[in-house]
């Protein structure tokens, strides 16, 4: 049976030729990308506590922007919390801006490091890997994976997931 889900050879083809051959700004496509995961949650967890954890590549930033648009719509009444994993220095451009989007709103971010615990919350937002991940996983992104599994969020949502 079909999921709808597309391979990530496939997602990343699609950016590539809506970005170089159509034109669209790689933000253009981030924002309706999580303009659809935030009305997901709001259509189905309007009033629950939302956790955001992010990455500091593309798919943090979807996350960011998804812990932005959630925080912003007076449609959801519940809370969001964002924490990100990963070195700033080493962060994409699109994170970078959506961090900043989402500081000018009034959002608040929290970092993990090693040993941290996560909080819990009704709905987990994955966004720490996505379609780009092509290495295998550093211990301290195993560590905190294993701990995000070990506190069983009721609901999960997984951006640009692979499959």
């Known amino acids: 049976m079909s999921t709808g889900a597309i391979t990530g050879t496939a997602s ?7 970005i170089d051959v159509l034109g669209i700004p790689s933000l253009t496509l981030m924002e309706t990308a999580s303009s659809k995961v935030a009305s997901y949650i ?7 506590s939302v956790l955001v954890l992010s990455g500091t590549g593309n798919n ?48 608040t971010i929290s970092y993990y490091r090693n040993g941290d615990t996560l909080p819990s919350s009704d ?24 701990k995000a599994d070990n506190i069983h ?4 949502v997984a951006v640009d997931d692979q499959i």
């Open 153 to 156: 969020y009721p609901h999960v």
């Open 60 to 107: 943090g930033a979807d996350g960011i922007c998804i812990a932005r648009l959630l925080s912003k719509n007076s449609s959801f009444t519940g809370t969001v919390q964002a924490v990100v994993a990963g070195n700033l220095e080493h962060a994409s451009w699109e994170f970078l801006h959506q961090l900043a989007e989402y500081k000018k709103t009034g959002g």
């Open 123 to 146: 709905v987990l937002i994955d966004a720490v890997f996505g379609i780009g991940l092509l290495s295998q996983l550093r211990e301290d992104k195993k560590e905190l994976l294993s």
């Open 42 to 48: 709001i259509s189905n967890f309007s009033s629950s």
């Open 12 to 18: 990343k083809k699609a950016d590539r030729y809506a």
